[in-house]
């Protein structure tokens, strides 16, 4: 026991009990503490990769629209010269014949 003192004992060991119980307390409590932080790290950054993703996809569809309003606007007279100029490289001539019958194929609606 401690020193006598003008103090109840009661009071003395009230005091230290509380003490001890912080004490014992102080780890548990600091882990939390730890955990606590982790788990808000966490998902501020799962929300901002989710973020992210979003607008990404927003820029993506905007490209892809872009992309295919500029096929739509080719005319067809380019279409058909650059036909013609794939047509006249230097394909081998079993692969330009393939190529112009698959062609004949799609086009010929009785066959």
């Known amino acids: 026991m401690a020193y006598?003192?003008?103090?109840?004992?009661?009071?003395?060991?009230?005091?230290?009990?509380?003490n001890v119980k912080v004490l014992g307390e102080s780890?548990?409590?600091?882990?939390?503490?730890?955990y606590q932080a982790a788990?808000?790290?966490?998902?501020?950054?799962i929300q901002n990769?989710?973020?992210?993703?979003?607008?990404s996809?927003?820029?993506?569809?905007?490209?892809?629209t872009q992309g295919i309003n500029l096929i739509y606007?080719?005319?067809t007279a380019s279409v058909a010269d650059a036909t013609k100029k794939v047509a006249q490289a230097d394909l081998p001539a079993s692969a330009l014949?393939?190529?112009?019958l698959q062609s004949m194929k799609q086009s010929n609606p009785y066959g």
Do not use: G
Request: no cysteine; aromatic share 2%.
């Open 4 to 18: 006598p003192t003008a103090v109840n004992d009661q009071i003395t060991d009230a005091v230290t009990q509380s």
């Open 27 to 34: 780890a548990a409590v600091a882990t939390s503490n730890l």
């Open 39 to 45: 788990a808000n790290s966490l998902s501020t950054s």
């Open 49 to 55: 990769a989710t973020f992210a993703q979003q607008q």
């Open 57 to 64: 996809n927003l820029i993506h569809q905007a490209t892809t």
């Open 73 to 75: 606007a080719v005319d």
């Open 97 to 100: 014949n393939m190529l112009l």
